[in-house]
């Protein structure tokens, strides 16, 4: 079995993909599909097996600066959302929460003032 992305007919696939297509640009991609990450994903996959969740996940690290390499620094890859998916989605959350509470629009710049 190949390790590459193209594994067919994998839900591990679909999640890379998306990652990929959705996460910021300058965050690392994911390449390959090996062990280690497929059984990250089993886990994951069992508690949160619906595609769209994952890609509102990855969509929404675009609110906040320091989840990216904007910063001067890669904080977070592919594995780190995996294993921080409940407490990460939590905290987004709140983030949105508070910017549609406050009636404010959803931006980076108001993002970087409650962080």
């Known amino acids: 079995m190949s390790d ?9 696939r679909q999640i890379a993909e998306a990652w990929n297509r959705l996460a910021p640009s300058d965050l690392p991609r994911v390449e390959f599909m090996g062990e280690k990450r497929q059984k990250m994903l089993a886990a994951a996959t069992r508690k949160y097996p ?21 910063m001067g620094m890669t904080c977070i890859d592919f594995e780190w959302v995996i294993i921080h998916r409940a407490g ?11 910017c549609l509470l406050g009636g404010r629009h959803l931006n980076n710049n108001h993002l970087e003032r409650i962080v």
């Open 4 to 12: 590459h992305i193209s594994i067919k007919n994998s839900p591990y």
């Open 50 to 70: 619906d595609l769209g969740w994952w890609e509102a996940l990855f969509t929404d690290l675009h609110l906040v600066n320091w989840y990216s390499d904007r």
């Open 88 to 98: 990460l989605r939590k905290y987004l959350d709140i983030l949105k929460k508070r």
